[in-house]
């Protein structure tokens, strides 16, 4: 009985075996297809040709701009006064602009002095409007675009209004803001700019939508702190990016003109052939109105007698 059990057993265990094992033929191998009767998916597709014909070229207008892309938005015409500006600019040999935006409402613009009277005058007016609420004013965004609109697309040499921030202590910047006469002295110094414009943002009067501003800004020369140009506006409700960038361009449009017309009249007449940045280059003409120095007369004294004249070379 034993013997049958494990005679069983061995059996059970060798059908086991015998089930596990593939009988099944083997697969035959497959050639690969040759090249260009592939069936798989490449990564890129072979390139075709165009028909024949004449394209259709579709004009992609830029994206809006929203509050977080930098600089203006010159989707729209530059203002025409660009190139009676860049002329004019260029002939007093492109003078260095520094642009600065206060950042209070409550500030005020330096002095600066009329070449017509000799005065001290200012475009913005002393009263403040302390019982309207401004809001939250970006004025880096106000100075940005500002800056796109004076630059005329690069053409202009434009001292941003970090870059003069970084190079004035706190204390300048107090007297600067709070239009200090002695500040303009701190800004050339600092910068090397030969024409500071300044801007000022002053609250006007509060109405359902919000606060309504006005900007003023002006033009002078750093050295003397002749007045060049000056220009003010309202900004209206909502103080969105769009409006500032309209205000911007407004802004300077009017400063251009006033800058242009400013360096297209006659200027004092100045000995010596070149003028300063900032300064109209004289014509022949107003070149010949220079006087001249006399000739000096000469004296009882007599005049050294001439060296004599070097010996002839020695042909050899």
């Known amino acids: 009985?034993?013997?049958?059990?494990?005679?069983?057993?061995?059996?059970?265990?060798?059908?086991?075996?015998?089930?596990?094992?593939?009988?099944?033929?083997?697969?035959?191998?497959?050639?690969?297809?040759?090249?260009?009767?592939?069936?798989?998916?490449?990564?890129?597709?072979?390139?075709?040709?165009?028909?024949?014909?004449?394209?259709?070229?579709?004009?992609?207008?830029?994206?809006?701009?929203?509050?977080?892309?930098?600089?203006?938005d010159r989707s729209v015409e530059n203002p025409p006064e660009d190139q009676a500006f860049l002329a004019v600019y260029n002939r007093v040999n492109k003078p260095k602009i520094v642009l600065y935006v206060n950042h209070n409402t409550d500030g005020n613009l330096l002095?600066?002095?009329?070449?017509?009277?000799?005065?001290?005058?200012?475009?913005?007016?002393?009263e403040v409007a302390d019982d309207v609420d401004a809001g939250a004013i970006d004025y880096n965004l106000i100075e940005s675009l500002l800056s796109d609109w004076l630059s005329c697309d690069g053409k202009v040499t434009i001292i941003s209004a970090q870059d003069a921030r970084n190079k004035l202590t706190e204390d300048q910047i107090k007297d600067l803001q709070a239009g200090k006469e002695a500040a303009l002295a701190a800004v050339g110094e600092s910068t090397q700019g030969h024409v500071l414009i300044q801007a000022q943002v002053r609250a006007v009067k509060k109405t359902d939508s919000g606060a309504v501003v006005r900007v003023y800004a002006e033009a002078m020369n750093v050295r003397g702190g002749d007045l060049l140009a000056q220009a003010s506006l309202e900004v209206n409700p909502p103080l969105n990016r769009a409006q500032w960038n309209k205000a911007g361009q407004a802004l300077a449009r009017e400063l251009m003109v006033g800058l242009t017309k400013t360096w297209s009249a006659?200027?004092?007449?100045?000995?010596?052939?070149?003028?300063?940045?900032?300064?109209?280059?004289?014509?022949?003409?107003?070149?010949?109105?220079?006087?001249?120095?006399?000739?000096p007369k000469l004296t009882g004294k007599k005049l050294p007698a001439p060296l004599p004249p070097p010996p002839a070379p020695i042909n050899e």
């Open 266 to 295: 006659p200027m004092p007449q100045h000995p010596g052939d070149s003028a300063a940045p900032g300064e109209k280059t004289r014509t022949p003409e107003e070149k010949s109105e220079v006087p001249v120095a006399a000739e």
């Open 111 to 126: 002095p600066a002095i009329d070449p017509r009277t000799g005065k001290m005058v200012n475009v913005i007016d002393r």
């Open 1 to 72: 009985m034993r013997h049958l059990s494990q005679i069983l057993f061995i059996g059970l265990l060798a059908t086991g075996l015998w089930g596990c094992v593939d009988n099944s033929p083997p697969v035959a191998r497959a050639m690969p297809p040759e090249l260009g009767r592939d069936t798989y998916r490449r990564e890129a597709d072979y390139p075709k040709p165009l028909p024949d014909g004449p394209r259709t070229t579709v004009a992609v207008s830029p994206a809006a701009p929203t509050d977080e892309t930098p600089g203006a």
